[in-house]
């Protein structure tokens, strides 16, 4: 959270607000990065600020961490860890709006498997999903529901046997509940 | 361990991409090999010039498919590669079918892919198609329309400036995305007129936006107007940012609240209303 004085004078008025997109996983592994300027325009500066914004985030219990005069929103889930950037004087919430909309179509595209095997599986929807959120730094979308309308999903069920049992349990519990109430 | 992609080589994808020319065109095969190749750019690999151009020659081909994700995958390949090779333009036609065409699921990528490939010179020749498109119904390819047109003011921004009537029209569209871009663009292509920017700012400070994302951007607008103006505390460009602490929208609260915080020589009593705005927003957090 960032108080005080801005001393570099008023934050530009710009539809880029978005500075870097990241998934990584939980060795800090680079699974998805779409950096939208050049900030760090080496593959090498982008490794070590991954692995610095990694190092600093992924033992953490809280959201937002300021680091290299960027501000980092993020969320991890089992064996990955989802990343938005931006300024030092972005509006955090802003940024908290593409985490949002990021994990929340990760979610229901893995129908909450949010996990790096079952996310390398889906990766070109992954991709897709990162794509029509941000568009070279610019927010296009923060609602989850109408960017996976535009991504469609080869029909291709999650076998049974890739299912917890507790999914399983569930889902027959779901139908059975279903079948009473017709 | 278990990363499927993991071990993929890049000269090895580059060839598998030669299965592109075969017919029937297999879409899912074709679509995993389009997916390593964007894992392998995302991953820094780099791709060379001669490379980038076979791949392009090869996509082509594929837009014979209509398989709906082989189709999103070359869009998306195209534009990962636009600036990889000075031949992206074969693939000109295929997109202005697609953006044109009925498949709404196609347009706003396409539009997105075929502004990618363009520059100053393409440009022109796909003016008219652009000018449609900024105010299209559906709202996806009138956002994917303008947010194109902000990236395109960098080689072209006199082209772009002819549209400024239809970038307007869409400053009133009801998705707030749309709201957003559009208020965006047409600051971008004001700003260097003081007067027409103030002239916009009041507009839409009276009328209202329903995008909270306009919001923030009208704050933002507002703010470096104040910056360079005197008129200090009494202008209605402050009242109105400060009005903004009362938003129904924390987006908003927050925006307004960093804006007063942020001014050189804020006083107390400007800084007390926002600085509970911050507390409400600290609270919410």
Known sequence: VKLGINMDGVLEASLYTIKAILILDNDGERLVAKYYDDTYPTLREQKLFEKNVFNKTHKSDSEIALLEGQTVVYKGNVDLFFYVIGSSQENELMLMSVLTCLYDSVNLLLRKNVEKRILLRHIDSVFLIVDEIVDGGVIMQVDASQVLDQIVMRGEDIPLTEQTITQVLQSAKDQIKWSLLK | ?285
């Open chain 2, 1 to 285: 361990g278990n990363n499927p992609y993991a071990y993929i080589e890049r000269n090895v994808v580059l060839q598998e991409a030669r299965i592109f020319q075969q017919t029937p065109i297999n879409p899912r095969k074709c679509g995993e090999i389009l997916t390593k190749i964007i894992y392998l750019i995302n991953q820094g690999e780099i791709i060379s010039t001669n490379e980038a151009t076979e791949t392009f020659f090869a996509m082509t081909k594929l837009f014979q498919s209509n398989d709906v994700i082989l189709r999103r995958m070359c869009y998306l390949t195209i534009k990962e590669m636009a600036k990889m090779t000075e031949n992206a333009f074969i693939v000109t036609q295929s997109l202005t079918k697609d953006m044109n065409g009925r498949e709404d699921i196609f347009r706003a990528a396409a539009v997105r892919a075929l502004c990618a490939i363009t520059d100053h010179s393409t440009l022109q020749g796909i003016e008219r198609y652009m000018k449609q498109a900024i105010v299209d119904k559906v709202h996806s390819v009138s956002s994917a329309a303008l947010v194109s047109s902000l990236h395109l003011t960098k080689q072209a921004f006199d082209v772009v400036k002819r549209w400024v009537n239809e970038v307007q029209e869409s400053c009133s569209n009801d998705s707030i995305m749309v709201q957003y871009h559009a208020l965006g663009l047409l600051y971008h292509l004001r700003k260097k007129d003081r007067l027409a920017t103030s002239k916009m700012v009041t507009k839409f400070m009276k009328s209202g936006m329903k995008s909270p994302f306009a919001y923030c951007m009208l704050i933002r607008i507002a703010s470096k107007l104040l910056e360079e103006d005197d008129s200090g505390r009494d202008s209605p460009l402050f009242n109105f940012i400060e009005s903004c602490l009362r938003n129904k929208h924390e987006l908003v609260i927050y925006e307004a609240a960093s804006a007063i915080v942020n001014m050189p020589n804020c006083s107390a009593r400007e800084l007390a209303p926002a600085v509970s705005g911050w507390s409400y927003e600290l609270g919410a957090i």
